[in-house]
């Protein structure tokens, strides 16, 4: 190989290395409650994002309510339903004491295979038999 050749190619390797480090963020494998944050502020299309997630667990009557019944500010869980086609994060933002029991107020981020995802807060409370309720917004 020439002297030529060679630095042409040291060149554009260096080129090359020098545009992966300058790419946006998202485009380098984030990690997936960040890019799901973000697709859903964006409100951008799944487009296989949750199908991607192979290390989530399977969200469950279970484990929702283990969410519910540990919550404290800051506490979070993420989740995939519907065949890895629905994958969700949560994050507690208050829990206080209810009529009937503790409630607790959190943010969930969202997508789903062929949707855009989306972003929104609900508030479930401890009712008096010891269930839990979705309150109306």
Known sequence: ??????????????????????????????DPVSELIRKAEARE???GFCASIADWPAGTADSYLHFLRSAEVGFAKVNRFRNNAHCQFDRVIEVYNGPTGKCVRYVWFACATSNTCAKGEDTDCQQANGGWKRQPR
Do not use: K, T, Y
Request: net charge positive; charged share 10%.
């Open 1 to 30: 190989m020439s002297v030529s050749i060679l630095g042409r190619a040291l060149r554009a390797l260096a080129a090359a290395i020098i545009a992966a480090a300058a790419a946006p963020a998202h485009a380098q494998n984030p």
């Open 45 to 47: 299309m799944d487009n």
